[in-house]
């Protein structure tokens, strides 16, 4: 499975422990209902939710500037 993710979804992500597809699924699900762009959060969970730990582990996730 090749899923790839926006710039701004590779953010959020690297903001949550993004070594841990589990770890940041639950942080993201922790601070949804502080968030506003709940879109953008349901999309990254839909993803990481269709990917293995070895998917996820496999990619970088940096923050942009």
Do not use: C, H, P, W
């Not at 993710?5 to 903001?15: G, P």
């Not at 597809?21 to 879109?39: F, M, N, W």
């Not at 999309?43 to 070895?54: A, C, G, I, P, T």
């Amino acid at each position: 499975m090749n899923i790839k993710f926006t710039v701004e979804e590779s953010n959020l992500i690297s903001i949550f422990d993004g070594k841990r597809r589990k770890a940041v699924i639950q942080s993201i699900l922790e601070v949804k209902k502080y968030l506003d762009d709940t879109e953008m959060l349901s999309r990254v969970l839909e993803k990481l939710d269709s990917m293995s730990d070895e998917e996820f582990e496999a990619m970088e996730f940096v923050a942009a500037e």
